[in-house]
């Protein structure tokens, strides 16, 4: 389904974040207060147009208050990036992400009513980090401090033997999600699914024993 996605700030972020959403055939209003901004965005939006997130009048005439997701990615200018987010707020938008650059801006957002706060450079800095600790894990989210979903292929011991074989979850205390062979996903795997050395599991643990399965050879 069609949504209409707002962003608020056009630096590598916003930029990025509005190409994507247009990519995926959303509606995208892309802004900056900044015209040199706008250049590069125009191919990659539904409709662009250079205004101050500070100034309601000015967001209002956008139409931003139609819009049910808005993104304030107004980098360094902390002072900016919180009177948007409260403006916005005020003026009723359901969803307002913010990106955050460091814990006391993300502590003032909090409590002004940002729906959700983004760290991209820490959570993408797990992500790599995650990678090089293990050249298995493909991918990882983080669920809270101790739990996260990783992606790892299968190690070489349990090729072609079933999960009630392997009893994952009773010697690992993780769960396999799902079982991606080539462009086919598994999901919801019974005991009786076999896994093979070319499979992508998708696994649900504590961090502590993901990390055990991560290390099984
Ligand atoms: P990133 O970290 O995402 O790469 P950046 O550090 O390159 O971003 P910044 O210059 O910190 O980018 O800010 C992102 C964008 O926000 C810039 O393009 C800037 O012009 C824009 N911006 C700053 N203040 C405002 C404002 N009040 N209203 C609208 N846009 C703003
Ligand atoms: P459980 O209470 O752990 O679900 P169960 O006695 O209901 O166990 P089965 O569903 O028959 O058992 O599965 C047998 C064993 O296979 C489980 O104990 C578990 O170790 C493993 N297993 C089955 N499904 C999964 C899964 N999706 N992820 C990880 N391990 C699994
Ligand atoms: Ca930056």
Redesign the pocket.
Known sequence: MKKQFAI???????VSVSTELYKLGHDVLA????EE?LDDITNHSTYSAV????DEKELRNLGITNFDHVIV?????LQ?SIL?TLLLKEMDIPSVWV?AQNFHHHKVLDKIGADKIIH?EHDMGNRIAQHLVSDRVIDYIELSAEYSIIEITVPASMHKKTLAQLDIRAKFGVTILGIRRGKEVNISPTAQDRLYKEDVLIAIGHNNDLRRFEETN
């Not at 608020?8 to 916003?14: A, C, S, Y």
């Not at 205004?51 to 500070?54: E, F, I, K, L």
């Not at 990615?73 to 200018?77: N, P």
């Open positions: 608020i700030g056009l630096g590598r972020f916003g802004i900056d207060n900044n901004k205004a101050d997130g500070t990615a107004i980098g360094d200018d900016a948007c990106k991209p």
